[in-house]
């Protein structure tokens, strides 16, 4: 029993032995290496490597290393003899890692010092890439000893791996594809909403095509790309770009929800409120940019957590209160408030860096730009057609659709000067609807006030489409009917128009019906003056008996 439970120990102490094959790759690192957090962070790599004394521990595939400011986690490993005939690098997929060194002891017994990480230029990296990359010198017949030392204020959760110069090759064609379809998308949202912006006059665009190029910007800055490509040479901003970019798109889209529910309409205060938070984040993102890298998340995460809260509410408010956009703006921010939660989760050192931290914000992002596009492209249909109703009120009755006196005016005077030139002749009407208080008192108020409404809809089906109908007061309508007419298809337009209102109306009762009485005349008339007619129509229809048992009276000349 001592001896297999001896053999059972030793099988759970070893370890998993390194194998650089190129037909599994990336090679993990495991636990094939060791640990050691150095709190003083002074220690050097002789000392390091002579000192039987340090309490190293083996490394794990997804550990985090949790350690602060002014501290370093240094991980020793051997790279057994393989074959060199293709070229190898330790990767360390983590773009915002401070600072990487990796040590190699050479023949005469010095250590050689590679460098990388996000506070120092990219161009100055051994190999410039979206994350560190470091060139492993092989042999076949020896092993090779390495000692690696990491800075990062937040800890170290970032798997250790090698890669061959042909599987990097081909994994950043693809990885540069996915990328690419990302960004290409979101420089054309950003592209389609500037344009929108200009030719639409719509301050939404205008807040959402800035907010659509800091999104891709901080996705950018914190996969790599930013500091590859667009800031080489910048040490420091590539140092606090994943944090101070983060923060400006939470200021903008904060500007843009409040813009689409149109939150100064609704309530100034909340508006006040999400202007009042988008100047804190101003202040943030200085804040961010000047004070100890270690304090930095104290500030960022509550500020992410606050703008987030308080975008929801902002939305959910508007719901509330009819906003037609805002439910989908919920369902369009919904992935990408959960893919947030990720990369900020990796940078407090609460998960290990993996797909999902790295690109889960692209993703989200992805699913959002084209949701929200659809919401601005219904936005401003809506308001054009708004707009167009607006302008149009005054020539036209907003209840019925139908055109107004004026336009009624305009037209009349414009029917006389052809009938005029053409030698024919047109009809005018005025048309009242004499039995309101009739229908009130047998009915109700509602009745009496959808009367007029299905009375327009009538006189609409009656008009041909040369006609014109309009609306010249509550119980008041007008008709031309252009010609050329005969004496009696003029004569006979009056009688149709009584005969097709006294007309049951669908799911109504056959006394809910509406009795007009019409003054028409002949166009042209001796005067040739459309308001002098009207004038005129009006007075001969306010002449009729109330007791009148006509209904049509045609105007004496």
Request: proline share 7%; aromatic share 8%; with cysteine.
């Amino acid at each position: 029993m001592l001896l297999l439970g001896a053999v059972l120990s030793l099988s759970a102490l070893a370890r998993t032995a390194l194998e650089l094959d190129t037909a599994r790759q990336p090679v993990n690192l495991d636990d094939w290496g060791d640990a050691w957090i150095d709190t003083g962070g002074k220690a050097q790599p002789a000392q390091v490597d002579r000192d039987p004394s340090l309490p190293w521990q083996p490394t794990r595939g997804n550990a985090i290393y949790a350690f602060a400011a002014g501290q370093a986690l240094w991980v020793r490993f051997t790279l057994p003899p393989s074959p060199d005939n293709e070229r190898w690098y330790l990767e360390l997929p983590y773009p915002s890692v401070n600072l990487v060194s990796l040590y190699r002891q050479d023949g005469a017994g010095q250590w050689d010092e590679q460098r990388a990480g996000d506070t120092l230029a990219v161009n100055t990296w051994p190999v410039p890439h979206r994350h560190p990359l470091m060139p492993v010198a092989l042999s076949a017949e020896t092993p090779r000893r390495y000692l690696l030392r990491i800075e990062n204020p937040y800890g170290f959760s970032a798997p250790l791996r090698f890669v061959s110069e042909s599987y990097l090759s081909y994994h950043e064609q693809r990885v540069s594809l996915i990328l690419g379809i990302y960004f290409g998308l979101a420089g054309l949202a950003a592209l389609l909403a500037a344009l929108s912006a200009v030719s639409l006059r719509d301050r939404a665009y205008a807040l959402y095509a800035p907010s659509v190029a800091l999104m891709a910007l901080t996705q950018a800055s914190m996969t790599g790309i930013a500091g590859l490509h667009l800031w080489p040479g910048l040490a420091w901003w590539n140092d606090v770009s994943s944090l101070v970019l983060p923060v400006l798109t939470l200021i903008s889209l904060l500007l843009f929800v409040s813009a689409v529910v149109s939150m100064r309409e609704r309530s100034r205060h909340f508006h006040a409120g999400l202007i009042g938070l988008a100047v804190l984040g101003a202040l943030v993102a200085i804040g961010i940019m000047v004070i100890e890298p270690q304090h930095r998340l104290w500030l960022l995460v509550p500020y992410t957590l606050l703008t987030q809260v308080a975008g929801l509410l902002a939305l959910f408010w508007s719901w509330r209160r009819g906003d037609r956009f805002a439910p989908w703006l919920v369902l369009g921010a919904l992935p990408v408030i959960g893919a947030a939660a990720l990369p900020i989760a990796r940078i407090c050192g609460l998960v290990p860096v993996s797909f999902a931290t790295m690109y889960g914000m692209q993703i989200g992002i992805a699913f959002e730009l084209p949701v929200l596009l659809v919401i601005l492209m219904l936005r401003s249909q809506q308001r054009r057609e708004h707009n167009r109703r607006i302008h149009g009120m005054d020539r036209m009755d907003p209840a019925t659709g139908l055109i107004n006196g004026h336009v009624l005016t305009e037209r009349l005077q414009r029917m006389i000067g052809r009938s005029e030139r053409l030698h024919h002749q047109s009809a005018v009407l005025l048309i009242d609807i004499v039995n309101i208080e009739q229908i009130q008192r047998g009915f109700d108020r509602k009745s009496a006030e959808e009367l007029p409404l299905r009375v327009a809809g009538r006189l609409l089906a009656t008009a041909r489409s040369i006609d014109s109908v309009a609306r010249l007061s509550e119980y008041r309508f007008g008709m031309l009917v252009e010609g050329p007419l005969t004496s009696e298809e003029a004569a006979a337009v009056g009688p149709r128009l009584v005969a097709r209102c006294l007309m049951p109306f669908r799911n109504k009762p056959p006394e809910w019906v509406a009795q007009l009485r019409v003054v028409w005349a002949r166009v042209p008339q001796d005067s040739g003056d459309a308001t002098a007619l009207l004038e005129r129509l009006g007075s001969a229809l306010g002449a009729v008996p109330r007791d009148s048992r006509r209904a049509v009276f045609p105007l004496r000349e």
